[in-house]
T-cell receptor
């Protein structure tokens, strides 16, 4: 699986959009971008994934650059409950089942 | 319950003892994963089961670690001759491998192991 690079920490004001960047410059054509988050003392939680088109669900939006070398996870209206470590992971969707986690970005929502 | 269940939630043991950690995945999920997480680190992959068989055990650190899933549902992670360095949170996850949401893993709350 390709490696990803994320900033170790970020702050965001409550109610604002949180934009979390991820670099994955060695991503292969058949690898997807996945985002998970881990709230303190809980297991990781799936957020969203995408291949090359932008994706949106009830939790977040995922913007992937045209060259697919980077992406941004957007939490449109951050709340205190969004304080967590966010992991960006790239992997083949079928066949290679394990997810390889890095150290992620610790996002702190400021009241 | 509807989620992945792990027991015990906390386990304190002495160096050299044997430990078993149990994972009860979401009903119908064919894939099951074990990870461990040390303080300040991301989860580290240990082993992945597809059904009853271990499809990828490349993350098991040494032969003191072993996992089974005899009936393709509940799994047990077994650690022999525990060492202080084994102290971590052990996470279990399951997924419906091969379906439209392949790649979406559902994690349990973890079992915190402390080796004194």
């Amino acid at each position: 699986d390709a490696k990803t690079t994320q900033p170790p920490s970020m702050d965001c004001a409550e109610g604002r959009a949180a934009n979390l960047p991820c670099n994955h410059s060695t991503i292969s054509g058949n690898e997807y971008v996945y985002w998970y988050r881990q709230i303190h003392s809980q297991g990781p939680q799936y957020i969203i994934h995408g291949l090359k088109n932008n994706e949106t669900n009830e939790m977040a939006s995922l913007i992937i650059t045209e060259d697919r070398k980077s992406s941004t996870l957007i939490l449109p209206h951050a709340t205190l409950r969004d304080t967590a470590v966010y992991y960006c992971i790239v992997r083949v969707r079928f066949g290679n089942e394990k997810l390889t986690f890095g150290t992620g970005t610790r996002l702190t929502i400021i009241p | 319950g509807a989620g992945v269940s792990q027991t015990p939630s906390n386990k304190v043991t002495e160096k050299g003892k044997y430990v078993e950690l149990r994972c009860d995945p979401i009903s119908g999920h064919t894939a099951l994963y074990w990870y461990r997480q040390s303080l300040g680190q991301g989860p580290e992959f240990l082993i992945y089961f597809q059904g009853t068989g271990a499809a990828d055990d490349s993350g098991l650190p040494n032969d003191r670690f072993f996992a089974v899933r005899p009936e393709g549902s509940v799994s047990t992670l077994k650690i022999q001759r525990t060492e202080r360095g084994d102290s971590a949170v052990y996470l279990c996850a399951s997924s419906f491998a091969g379906g439209p949401n392949t790649g979406e893993l559902f994690f349990g709350e973890g079992s915190r192991l402390t080796v004194l």
